[in-house]
């Protein structure tokens, strides 16, 4: 069964669909340039308006770029999510200090434009729970992520990964059978490419991507 995250909710009716629809992970971004940026207390009205508190019925995952201890503690303290997703320039180190502080686990993001991005892979193997490969964004991007850009695929094929990984970047509804092919990605994310504009969920794009994965064949993840 392949897994998939959806990234950058922002309002009740797109995540209850997420939620109902199958993803396993949901995405909440903090990061105020981004159009999907929650404040840790907005971030918890959405969990609660939705019954996520409780339910947890997918994992929930905050999505950070270079994060400071404030914010951190804010989010730990305000939303608690299983997951934190560093999505900027951190450090093995910096990690672990994310994890010892927060106790949430680790998504690691890895930009890839080229086969050379994948030596970094080694310097996460005891570090984080899971990897996400995403297409690296320009220099004079407005963001590091959520930009509906991908990459070669195929340069992930059979590559010996050290942690369960999420391929990122341009998926959508149409894509995500072939880019799971060619992969061979056992989980999925994706942002915009279940949007109608920045920032602005489609529920319908947000079920039909998460059937096109639910038809998938795959290995389970752990
Ligand atoms: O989504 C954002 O606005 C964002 C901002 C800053 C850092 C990361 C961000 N998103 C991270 C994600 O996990 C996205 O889902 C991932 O980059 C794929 O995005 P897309 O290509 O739009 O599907």
């Given at each position: 069964?392949?897994?998939a995250?959806?990234?950058g909710?922002t309002?009740?009716?797109?995540?209850?669909?997420?939620?109902?629809?199958?993803?396993a992970?949901?995405?909440?971004?903090?990061?105020e340039k981004s159009?999907?940026?929650?404040?840790?207390?907005?971030?918890?009205?959405l969990?609660?308006?939705?019954?996520?508190?409780e339910?947890?019925?997918?994992k929930v995952v905050v999505?950070?770029v270079?994060?400071d201890?404030?914010?951190l503690?804010a989010?730990?303290?305000?939303v608690a999510?299983d997951f934190?997703?560093?999505?900027?320039?951190?450090t093995?180190?910096?990690?672990?200090?994310?994890r010892?502080?927060?106790?949430a686990?680790?998504?690691?993001?890895?930009?890839?434009?080229?086969?050379?991005d994948?030596?970094?892979?080694t310097d996460w193997?005891g570090v984080?729970?899971?990897?996400?490969?995403?297409?690296?964004t320009?220099?004079d991007a407005?963001?590091p992520?959520?930009?509906?850009?991908?990459?070669?695929?195929?340069?992930?094929r059979?590559?010996?990964?050290p942690?369960?990984?999420?391929?990122?970047?341009g998926?959508t509804?149409?894509?995500v059978t072939e880019?799971?092919r060619?992969?061979?990605a056992?989980m999925?994310?994706v942002s915009?490419?279940v949007?109608?504009?920045p920032?602005v969920?489609?529920?319908?794009?947000?079920?039909?991507?998460?059937e096109?994965?639910?038809?998938?064949?795959?290995?389970?993840?752990s």
């Open positions: 069964m392949t897994l995250k959806i990234c909710l309002t009740p009716e797109s995540l209850t669909v997420a939620v109902e629809a199958g993803a992970f949901v995405g909440l971004v903090a990061f159009p999907r940026h929650l404040a840790p207390e907005d971030a918890r009205r969990l609660d308006q939705t019954g996520m508190v339910s947890r019925r997918a999505v950070t270079d994060p201890d404030a914010l503690d989010l730990t303290r305000h999510p934190i997703q560093l999505h900027g320039h951190e093995p180190e910096r990690a672990e200090a994310v010892a502080r927060t106790g686990g680790i998504i690691k993001c890895l930009p890839v434009s080229g086969p050379d994948l030596k970094r892979v193997a984080a729970d899971h990897l996400m490969f995403d297409a690296r320009p220099a407005a963001l992520g959520g930009m509906g850009l991908s990459f070669d695929w195929t340069l992930l059979g590559v010996d990964l942690r369960p990984w999420f391929l990122a970047g998926l509804p149409d894509n880019a799971v060619l992969s061979g056992p999925v994310d915009s490419g949007e109608r504009a920032g969920k489609e529920p319908a794009l947000i079920r039909a991507f998460l096109a994965v639910g038809t998938l064949p795959g290995k389970q993840s």
